[in-house]
């Protein structure tokens, strides 16, 4: 097979070697398509979600009917990227399940997200008249394995808050526009 220059390879930014199907608190962060704030706005400290931001958040608050082996923490939806923490709880460990590329195994966080951001998509799509590729988010997401009490009241604290700085992320000025190419 002939090296084709044009494809880019991906980089993993996942811990190597580590199980993301092990039990434990996983802190994520997904970010919409070229960190447009099209899921609500931020007034008053508080977030008020867009039609396309409920339908973001109906679908977070779905993840436990698809995947038994997780349990929602603290999330925010915020106008142009998403903060969670998800606790898998999958007593059934499975070392023998080595993840290749292209393989995702199943009840780990990525199959988790990968579903999730899926599901986000195709409703969003049908009320947007699309099809095809994701409008909606960035690809990949960010994780932080939760190691310790300290670390997850941290974490928590700062999603809560989230809203509360929302002035102060790079993206704010930008928020200013946000729904105005809606189709609704």
Not at 42 to 58: C, H
Not at 152 to 161: N, P, S, V
Request: hydrophobic share 40%; glycine share 4%.
């Amino acid at each position: 097979m002939a090296h084709n220059l044009d494809f880019s390879y991906r980089r993993s930014i996942r811990l190597k070697d580590y199980n993301y199907a092990d039990y434990g608190a996983y802190f994520v962060t997904l970010c919409t398509k070229n960190k447009q704030c099209i899921f609500g706005e931020i007034k008053e400290g508080k977030v008020r979600l867009s039609a396309l931001g409920a339908i973001t958040k109906n679908c977070w608050l779905q993840i436990p009917q698809h995947f038994s082996d997780v349990i929602l923490d603290v999330f925010v939806i915020m106008p142009n990227h998403v903060h969670g923490i998800l606790w898998i709880n999958n007593s059934q460990k499975s070392g023998d399940e080595v993840r290749r590329f292209g393989n995702i195994v199943a009840s780990s966080l990525s199959s988790i997200v990968r579903s999730y951001k899926a599901a986000v998509t195709k409703e969003i799509n049908l009320i947007c008249n699309q099809t095809g590729t994701s409008l909606v988010w960035q690809r990949n997401f960010y994780e932080h394995i939760i190691r310790d009490e300290n670390a997850l009241e941290k974490i928590r604290k700062y999603i809560a808050e989230n809203p509360l700085n929302w002035q102060k992320d790079p993206d704010y000025s930008s928020s200013r526009e946000i729904l105005l190419d809606l189709p609704f």
